[in-house]
């Protein structure tokens, strides 16, 4: 091993392990209530130490988005290569994503406040990951046409088409205004319309 690949083994080692602790005062504290200096204290070093590797709290939020978007994208890659159908990819994949929203984002309140502030500020680490779910799901679409399954339609529409009729199920904030409405559709009535939109 060179020189140069342990200095990056020892950088990744410090930024996971910033990224962990900045993870867990976020979830005890909340967001707004977390310095930089909090998490150097919690790691027995300085915020210059911090400030090395992270120019902000806000990088580090970032880095924290994408590492829970990661593990997100992996959850729907792993769906989407199963060998079922195309529809049943689909509705699991709608499923699980509604599932980690609910038990991830909402049950913890304050992960859900790291993830309220992620979208309001818009960044685009969000978008790619939008950008990477559709083409995942345009794949699987593509295999059901080809397996019959779904006509002939151009596959990266159909998934952004699936993408917004589902969306209530995946926003954090829209489940969290949905979730405990006696008048609205259920998950599974949302997936099976979804579903059928692409079989007309």
Same mark, same amino acid.
């Given at each position: 091993?060179?020189?140069?690949?342990?200095?990056? /083994?020892?950088? $990744?080692?410090?930024?996971?392990?910033? %990224?962990? !602790?900045? =993870?867990? @005062?976020? *979830?005890?504290?909340?967001?707004?209530?977390?310095?930089?200096?909090?998490?150097?204290?919690?790691?027995?070093?300085?915020?210059?130490?911090?400030?090395?590797?992270?120019?902000?709290?806000?990088?580090?939020?970032?880095?924290?988005?994408?590492?829970?978007?990661?593990?997100?994208? /992996?959850?729907? $890659?792993?769906?989407?290569?199963?060998? %079922?159908? !195309?529809? =049943?990819? @689909?509705? *699991?994949?709608?499923?699980?994503?509604?599932?980690?929203?609910?038990?991830?984002?909402?049950?913890?309140?304050?992960?859900?406040?790291?993830?309220?502030?992620?979208?309001?500020?818009?960044?685009?680490?969000?978008?790619?990951?939008?950008?990477?779910?559709?083409?995942?799901?345009?794949?699987?679409?593509?295999?059901?046409?080809?397996?019959?399954?779904?006509?002939?339609?151009?596959?990266?529409?159909?998934?952004?088409?699936?993408?917004?009729?589902?969306?209530?199920?995946?926003?954090?904030?829209?489940?969290?205004?949905?979730?405990n409405k006696s008048d609205r559709v259920s998950p599974e009535e949302v997936i099976e319309f979804a579903i059928k939109a692409l079989t007309v």
């Amino acid at each position: 091993m060179t020189s140069d690949t342990v200095a990056e /083994q020892t950088r $990744q080692d410090n930024i996971t392990r910033i %990224l962990d !602790a900045a =993870e867990g @005062l976020f *979830r005890h504290f909340g967001y707004s209530k977390t310095n930089v200096a909090d998490i150097a204290r919690e790691l027995g070093m300085s915020p210059a130490n911090i400030y090395r590797f992270f120019a902000s709290k806000t990088e580090i939020h970032q880095a924290l988005c994408a590492r829970m978007l990661a593990a997100s994208y /992996q959850m729907a $890659q792993e769906i989407c290569q199963l060998p %079922l159908s !195309a529809r =049943e990819r @689909l509705r *699991r994949y709608v499923h699980a994503q509604h599932q980690m929203t609910v038990e991830l984002m909402l049950d913890d309140t304050k992960v859900h406040e790291m993830v309220v502030v992620a979208i309001e500020r818009d960044w685009h680490v969000i978008d790619k990951h939008i950008e990477r779910i559709d083409a995942l799901l345009a794949d699987v679409i593509r295999e059901g046409i080809a397996a019959g399954e779904f006509p002939e339609q151009d596959a990266d529409v159909a998934s952004r088409c699936f993408g917004a009729a589902t969306i209530t199920l995946c926003h954090p904030q829209m489940v969290a205004q949905c979730l405990n409405k006696s008048d609205r559709v259920s998950p599974e009535e949302v997936i099976e319309f979804a579903i059928k939109a692409l079989t007309v």
